[in-house]
């Protein structure tokens, strides 16, 4: 551990260069110093949002679920307070405390979920037909965020593959298309290009349909034990353990079969750095910063930087290279 005064070069984080880039995509896209100084333009989203009256984000209702012997790995586990207190969901802010002290407004009652598409039985369901529908397990999943961090997380949820089985996809389907919630109102960084760091929402994602069908995907309802909170990616959100942390994307509405390979929101904001496969790999290099090794988010204090080497498809090579046979993961990355 190093004092503060003491940090070289070398303890700048991949963190550092991302959030450096962040404020050149805000200049890119005409967003002027004085903004970024935060005055009068963002003053009334700011006020809102950053307000006294600003709703508590709730504790989650304990869960039932199961934990199955092959998922409950032998990992260390970041703490609670850190898988629920450093987050990104850049629809509430783009710190990584900025979801845990915003995300109460968001409104996961009465939510619902679409799958249509290349479906034989398009559906709708909410969270009771999910809960009655699908038993929930707890799967302990390392995650690999593309900024070169990492956590060890007691997730709970149930394959997303089962669900896709329910809908029954046509013989035309080749990938899963997802969307987030768009809700300007309850979510400040879709009103707001400052805040919600200059992407067009809602956010979206996708997965080639094998990858979605794979055991290790799963929809993720919970974690250490309780429903999801909101900077989660309450009530519902994805879970792909092989992947960079962006592909997990979070309080799902949709879920639509396709043809076609569909746009995912940080491959069309940086298409050069965010590929579609975002398959965790040492040995390609995101252009701006090794992806080499990671910091690993543990019991330590926010100074007590333990690195460690990244692995191929996060660790999970064993049950998913197979997947990727005969692809070039450096051009499909
Ligand atoms: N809708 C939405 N989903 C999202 C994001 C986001 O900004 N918006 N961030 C992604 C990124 S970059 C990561 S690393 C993970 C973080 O999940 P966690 O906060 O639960 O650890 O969520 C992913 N899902
Ligand atoms: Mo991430």
Request: with cysteine.
């Amino acid at each position: 551990m190093k004092p503060v005064n003491k940090l070289t070069e070398n303890d700048v984080t991949p963190e550092d260069v991302f959030n450096a880039q962040r404020r050149q995509v805000l200049k890119t896209l005409g967003i002027s110093a004085a903004a970024l100084s935060l005055p009068t333009a963002h003053a009334d989203v700011l006020s809102w949002f950053k307000g006294n009256d600003r709703p508590k984000t709730p504790a989650g209702a304990p869960l039932n679920f199961t934990k199955p012997k092959q998922y409950q790995a032998d990992l260390p586990l970041t703490p609670e307070d850190k898988v629920t207190g450093y987050n990104n969901f850049y629809e509430f802010g783009l710190d990584k405390a900025d979801p845990a002290a915003n995300a109460g407004t968001l409104k996961t009652t009465d939510w619902k979920i679409d799958i249509d598409g290349e479906v034989e039985k398009p559906l709708t369901l909410n969270m009771d037909d999910i809960y009655q529908r699908f038993p929930l397990e707890q799967r302990i999943y390392r995650m690999r965020c593309v900024e070169a961090w990492s956590m060890v997380v007691p997730w709970i949820g149930f394959e997303l593959g089962k669900l896709l089985k329910v809908a029954s996809p046509t013989s035309n389907a080749r990938y899963v298309a997802f969307q987030t919630l768009y809700a300007p109102d309850e979510m400040p960084g879709q009103k707001d290009r400052f805040i919600g760091g200059g992407i067009n929402y809602p956010y979206v994602e996708g997965l080639r349909l094998d990858e979605a069908m794979h055991p290790l995907t799963i929809l993720t309802t919970g974690v250490y034990g309780k429903a999801l909170p909101p900077q989660n990616g309450a009530p519902i959100r994805l879970t792909v353990p092989w992947k960079y942390g962006f592909k997990g994307i979070k309080s799902i509405v949709k879920i639509t079969l396709m043809k076609d390979m569909p746009p995912t929101t940080w491959n069309q904001l940086a298409p050069n750095e965010y590929g579609f496969y975002a398959n965790v790999n040492p040995h390609v290099d995101h252009p701006r910063w090794s992806q080499a090794t990671e910091r690993f988010i543990g019991s330590g204090g926010i100074l007590d930087v333990k690195r460690q080497p990244t692995r191929l498809f996060n660790g999970y090579a064993g049950q998913v290279a197979s997947l990727y046979r005969g692809l070039d993961l450096r051009e499909n990355f």
